[in-house]
Each structure stands twice: as C-alpha cells, then as structure tokens.
C-alpha cells in the first residue's frame, strides 16, 4: 500500500468513525453529519485537503458537545456564590496539544473566587498521574486529604485528585476547605467513567 493510499484509508477510516459518532450525539447532530458529508465529498472529489478541513472541525464541534456534557459535572456553587462555566477553557488546553475535554467552572461571591477544572483524557491528566498514583511522592509534594478512598493533593492552597486514572479534577483559589466540600459532591463514580 502506498503512502497515499495509506492516507485516503486513514481519512475514510476517520469520517466513518466521525460519522457513527455523530449519529449518536442528539444536539448539533445535523450540523455535524453536514460537516462529515462535506468531508466525505470532498475526499470521493480527491480533495484530501479540504476533506481532512472539515473533519477536524467536526471534531472540534463534537469535543465541544462532549465538553458541554462534562460540565454537568461540576459542583453547584455554594450558597451566597455564584457559579459560570469558562467556554474557553477547553480551547485554551486544546491550543497547549492538549486532547479529550476540559471544563472550568468560576465561582464567585463578590470579594472571593475559586475555579474547579476538569479534565479528561488529557496529556495533562497523564503527566499529572505518575505523582497522583503514588502516596509517598503526594506526602513530598503537599498535604494529602482523604474523601472516603479518594485521595486529594493540597499544595499551596491548590487541590488535585485522579479519577480513575483518566480525569484530573483542580480547584484553586479562595479556602481549600470550601473547595474540598465541593468536591466531595462530585459524583466520581459517573466522572471515571465519562465518555466511555
């Protein structure tokens, strides 16, 4: 097989998979099945160019119906703050090489704000995961606290935890404490499993 061949089979490869992922997601769908229609016309045309184009924006609207479904995971603001979720905080991650989804939440209550991220399957996750995984480095690097077998890493004021070894959860700014009882509403079972 010759390297163009390799690169039509990889292209094909990807629109049917980009396909069968669009019909499975309810919103944005039709813009999405356009999009992928356009890419496998575009490569029936010998316009691998154009067609490779349109894939990744169709990969890119459909991280964000994915980043739009893990930001149902982030914690309800406390009472007196308000919460809004950063629409570009998966953009900003995706501009560093960074790949799955991400979601930031920033909450306020006038004198004091917090953020909490969320990230899965991301480059970040996995260079997060070596120091996570391992107790003895977590006690050298911060404070570890515990939610039930959870563990969470406290270092200067920031908290980090790895679900299932595949979603990094961050909360900075305002009081740990405060932080640490959102993250304790997170449902973490559902979170380790998020898009599989």
Do not use: C, H
Not at 59 to 83: C, D, I, R, S, Y
Not at 124 to 129: K, L, P, Q, R
Not at 143 to 156: H, P, S
């Amino acid at each position: 097989m010759t390297n163009g061949q390799e690169d039509r089979m990889r292209i094909a490869t990807t629109t049917i998979t980009l396909a069968a992922l669009a019909l499975a997601a309810p919103a944005q769908a039709d813009e999405v099945t356009d999009i992928l229609a356009s890419a496998l016309a575009a490569y029936e045309e010998g316009d691998i160019a154009y067609a490779i184009e349109e894939l990744d924006y169709a990969k890119q609207l459909m991280q964000g119906l994915q980043t739009g479904e893990l930001a149902k995971f982030l914690p309800a603001a406390p009472e007196g703050w308000t919460m809004e979720v950063n629409s570009d905080a998966n953009m900003a991650m995706s501009m560093f090489g960074g790949g799955g989804a991400t979601t930031r939440g920033e909450y306020e209550n006038g004198s004091e704000s917090f953020s909490i991220t969320i990230m899965v399957d991301n480059p970040m996750v996995v260079s997060m995961g070596a120091m996570l995984n391992n107790t003895a480095m977590m006690g050298q690097m911060g404070n570890v606290r515990r939610m039930g077998r959870q563990r969470v890493l406290e270092q200067n004021g920031e908290l980090s935890m790895l679900v299932n070894n595949r979603v990094l959860v961050q909360g900075s700014g305002s009081d740990p404490d405060l932080i640490m009882s959102l993250f304790e509403t997170i449902d973490l079972d559902a979170l380790g499993s998020f898009g599989q």
